[in-house]
């Protein structure tokens, strides 16, 4: 959401009379009407008839940019899946950059429950076409180093659940399983800082490394949903929840460190730019709510590797205008954990050793009008 053009709307603020081209009743113009005779009073008014033809006329064309303006940033505000560098501010020398952007994104977690090397438990929580909504700064210290930061904030989106059970050792297949349709996703929120220097560049390409820290914090409730239970044989049970009871919550909260390689190449009208991220998390912190059972699941993972990647394409259609398609996707591995089991009922509190695990993972996609005025 490129909107610079405050700079190029500064003129339509000033008075009329400021205006060039303009003249109202004040000016020197308008003045010699009253000093002129019949006849030079019949010339100016045919002169002010087509002086005041020619202002509808400049009005009208004003009206007309405003609006184009307007349809211009709508377009590009319009939901474009996560994104790209769209500046809203800059300043003066163009040390500073704010930037903001509307976007969707696809987020998905994993929850796991162990004995041993035996897996008796999966939960996969997940949320489709989250309206994603991106601000940040990106500040240039000096030709070589640069810090930028950002924060996101998701909402919406068609959430999922899927719960499976594996009770019975002797079989590989899950013996119950619950699915919840009716998923909403609470609150997804990321916040990331990077330093980045330039190790190399030329008038078309640059190369630079970075380290910055990540923080995501993301939760979901299922209400309703069905399933299949083994009670005296296998998935002999079937239930359904009505569609306003609370079944479970879910909350991840993930700190990761990471290093980063990204480039830009120019190519006329074109630019290709990307960037690669790997770096560890410092564990995934981990509640998950049974609310039926009155029970609370909180975890503790090991830390885990983590990738992320972004990529981005635009074309410059004019000199204010460009199209872009971009992506990103990140992901922190599988890691297991210790599990705290509180029995809210009773106050019983159980601690399990290595008993959890977890994974996380967001992607989004962007494509969209960038405009500069």
Known sequence: MVCEYFHSLKALKLPASQRQDDTGPSTPAACQVGKSDTKGIRGEEAQAQDGGAVRKTRSAMKRVSIRSVAISCFLYGAPSFAAADNALFSSDDGNVVVFGDIGLANIKAQEFFYVGDHKISQLNWESKGVTLFTVGVDGQIDNDWSL???????????????DYDWTIIEREDWSD???????ELD??????????RI?????????????????????WTAYGGSGIS?????????????????????RQKIPVGFLSLSGEHVLGDLTISGGLQTGLSFGIKSIDDHWLRNLRFSDDMSPAPTIGANVAVSYAV??????YLSGS?????????DKERHNFATGE??????????????MSVSFGLKGTF
């Open 148 to 162: 930028k930061g950002s924060v996101k904030v998701g909402t919406g989106g068609n959430g999922h659940l899927v």
């Open 177 to 183: 399983r619950s699915i919840h349709p009716l998923t």
């Open 187 to 196: 609150h997804y929120v990321a916040a990331a800082i990077e330093l980045d």
């Open 199 to 219: 190790i190399y560049g030329n008038d078309t390409s640059s190369i630079a490394v970075g380290a910055g820290m990540r923080y995501t914090d993301v939760k």
């Open 230 to 250: 083994t009670k005296k044989t296998f998935r002999d049970k079937r239930w359904e929840l009505l569609d306003w009871e609370r079944g479970a919550s879910y």
């Open 318 to 323: 004019t000199p204010g205008a460009s199209l």
């Open 329 to 337: 996707f990140e992901r922190v591995f599988h890691s297991r954990g």
């Open 349 to 362: 509190i159980e601690f399990r050793k290595d008993y959890a695990g977890a994974t996380f993972e967001a």
